[in-house]
């Protein structure tokens, strides 16, 4: 019903870490104006350990995941598999629909429930290979500090859920929301700069942090009409070796990474700008208009002036 707020459930797992689940709580909680609401769960109301902290009183059980929106397990120490008994309550709020988020070591928990197979996910560095090596039907990902797969979202290690809290303000309202929410509790809203449409395009890095340079190139060059010869060739690899190590990087074929970063940057530009959808399309380098509309429809769910509409005040002038 309109004015309904969404509803955010944050499940308090034993040693649960203090600055873990905090973050969700001073985004969604302290927003009495906000278009959230939060609950924090636990497997039984009482008193739940909080890692390196004091307990935390926790007044709802797992029932309250009956009712979310939005249900967000923080990390906690050590990660071992939960009980059947959470695992069961997560796997089957995922099944009624509910966006399934985690922050840091949070994700063990979302692959053991099985909400991670088949996907993308990313958790503190440190124990992504461990993730790895417990779940290997999941892609880990270490070096990003968050992973939108749609209905289930991953950060890495404790404020990269700073990141994807804000993430989701912005997908579910827009930049301008998220902007004021970070600027209230003094945090960047974007940790990547201009390049923030890139944050979940999975890259290989330098060891300085920056992307490694065939990628770099292909996000300065994506007005271009780019072939995978293209790539292997600013790569210095072959056609073969290319295509695996986009697919080891990334979990993706090269040319679907490339329609990825192109849509990520048409976004962007209808969030951030007033130019033509003609002109949009030309800089993201998906050639006509229709052809940017009818791919930005298919994979981001609206169309252009429908994200515009939504998530930028700037009147679209078409073409």
């Not at 909680?29 to 739940?48: I, K, Q």
């Not at 490694?212 to 072939?227: F, G, I, S």
Request: with cysteine; glycine share 10%; hydrophobic share 45%.
């Amino acid at each position: 019903m309109p004015g309904e707020k969404h509803q955010v459930v944050v499940v308090a797992l034993d040693n649960v870490l203090a600055l873990d689940i905090g973050i969700p709580v001073q985004v969604f909680g302290s927003w009495p104006d906000g278009p959230y609401a939060l609950t924090v769960c636990a497997e039984r109301p009482g008193l739940v350990a909080m890692h390196g902290g004091p307990v935390l009183s926790v007044a709802d059980g797992l029932d309250a995941l009956a009712t979310a929106d939005t249900v967000i397990v923080p990390g906690y120490l050590e990660p071992d598999r939960p009980s059947a008994e959470v695992g069961a309550a997560l796997a089957e709020a995922a099944a009624r629909g509910s966006r399934m988020v985690s922050i840091c070591l949070g994700a063990f928990a979302l692959a053991a429930a099985g909400l991670l197979d088949g996907r993308r996910a990313t958790t503190h560095w440190q124990y992504a290979a461990a993730l790895a090596k417990q779940y290997p039907q999941v892609t880990v990902q270490p070096e990003a500090l968050y992973i939108d797969e749609g209905r289930v979202l991953t950060s890495g290690g404790v404020t990269a859920g700073l990141d994807l809290c804000l993430h989701l303000i912005r997908r579910d309202h827009g930049s301008r929301l998220a902007n004021q929410r970070a600027r209230l509790m003094v945090a960047a809203s974007h940790r990547a700069g201009g390049q923030a449409q890139f944050m979940d395009l999975p890259v290989s890095h330098d060891p300085d942090g920056r992307p490694a340079p065939v990628y770099e190139w292909a996000l300065r060059n994506l007005h271009q009409p780019l072939t995978v010869d293209q790539l292997a060739r600013q790569a210095g690899m072959s056609r073969r070796t290319l295509i695996r190590r986009f697919h080891a990087d990334t979990g993706r074929p090269p040319m679907r990474w490339l329609l990825d970063a192109r849509l990520g940057l048409g976004r962007e530009l209808l969030e951030s700008s007033d130019l033509t959808v003609e002109a949009v399309a030309r800089r993201c380098g998906l050639g006509t208009p229709a052809n940017f509309r009818s791919l930005f429809k298919a994979h981001v769910g609206v169309s252009p002036r429908v994200y515009r509409e939504t998530f930028n005040s700037a009147p679209l002038r078409e073409a």
